[in-house]
């Protein structure tokens, strides 16, 4: 898997709308989805280069697919 670091977590909710998501609720943490999957984004900044890995792959996204919308 190649090393992705940790990003802001309104970096990571603009590649995510990117992608086909949009927000669904925002509280402690935002919640999107494209219809099918849903997302849940920490306000952390930066979120953690374990949990964006995370998020990543319940978005059915690769890692590259993800940096490309970066």
């Not at 603009?14 to 849903?38: L, P, S």
């Not at 995370?54 to 996204?61: A, E, N, R, T, W």
Request: glycine letters at 10%.
């Amino acid at each position: 898997m190649p090393k992705l670091p940790g990003i802001p977590h309104k970096r990571a909710v603009k590649a995510f709308e990117k992608a086909g998501y949009w927000i669904a609720r925002q509280g402690k943490h935002i919640t999107m989805t494209n219809g099918i999957r849903i997302l849940t984004i920490p306000r952390a900044n930066p979120i953690t280069a374990f949990t964006m890995g995370g998020i990543i792959k319940d978005s059915g996204l690769t890692v590259e697919e993800f940096k490309k919308l970066l």
